[in-house]
T-cell receptor, first 113, second 113 residues
Framework: AQSVSQHNHHVILSEAASLELGCNYSYGGTVNLFWYVQYPGQHLQLLLKYFSGDPLVKGIKGFEAEFIKSKFSFNLRKPSVQWSDTAEYFCALSAYNTDKLIFGTGTRLQVFP | DAMVIQNPRYQVTQFGKPVTLSCSQTLNHNVMYWYQQKSSQAPKLLFHYYDKDFNNEADTPDNFQSRRPNTSFCFLDIRSPGLGDAAMYLC????????????FGPGTRLLVL
């Protein structure tokens, strides 16, 4: 069965600090990987996605994620966070050519000025 | 702007009283999804439509039904809501299944009294 684990449930940072949110998945086959973000009071929206090719994926707002197949990981990074990055971040996977998104439980990020 | 709209944003119902949540989209996407998200948990796929083809997840209770009368609209019917059905219900769309990005609505928070 497919699953996604996000071990950091709540992260608190000061502005300009670097960010890394962990995401590990369990699935033996080819996967598509996503990071979605939910800003306070808003809907889930896509930050970035990995399907194939370069394992380092760049997304919106300066975020990037690296797919490390040997570690079953897809960690999200940002070198310098801003107060406006305060949000909940969800990692998700879909098995290749399937319809179903499997989400992690999310990481709440709070950034203080 | 093209978007996914969910009405109402908050819904209160009584134990056992049928309730319908609605979702509409202006994206003209083929696929519409319904997710259930309970507090501090990952969004969980209930079912989805590819055009008129209905795809139910194996572990979705029979109490949950869906209708898609046309491309733009999709409804989630809960026939006899229990206290355990209180959750955020998210609607999403995508152009097609597989690698496509899903676009989410703001969700409807259901409270069961």
């Amino acid at each position: 069965a497919q699953s996604v684990s996000q071990h950091n449930h709540h992260v608190i940072l000061s502005e300009a600090a670097s960010l890394e949110l962990g995401c590990n998945y369990s699935y033996g086959g080819t996967v598509n990987l996503f990071w979605y973000v939910q800003y306070p009071g808003q809907h889930l929206q896509l930050l970035l996605k990995y399907f194939s090719g370069d394992p380092l994926v760049k997304g919106i707002k300066g975020f990037e994620a690296e797919f490390i197949k040997s570690k079953f990981s897809f960690n999200l990074r940002k070198p310098s966070v801003q107060w406006s990055d305060t949000a909940e971040y969800f990692c998700a996977l879909s098995a290749y050519n399937t319809d179903k998104l499997i989400f992690g439980t999310g990481t709440r990020l709070q950034v203080f000025p | 702007d093209a978007m996914v709209i969910q009405n109402p944003r908050y819904q209160v119902t009584q134990f056992g009283k049928p309730v319908t949540l609605s979702c509409s989209q202006t994206l003209n996407h083929n696929v519409m999804y319904w997710y259930q998200q309970k507090s501090s948990q990952a969004p969980k796929l209930l079912f989805h439509y590819y055009d008129k083809d209905f795809n139910n997840e194996a572990d979705t209770p029979d109490n949950f039904q869906s209708r898609r009368p046309n491309t733009s609209f999709c409804f989630l019917d809960i026939r006899s809501p229990g206290l355990g059905d209180a959750a955020m219900y998210l609607c999403a769309t995508s152009i097609k299944t597989g690698q496509e990005t899903q676009y989410f609505g703001p969700g409807t928070r259901l409270l069961v009294l």
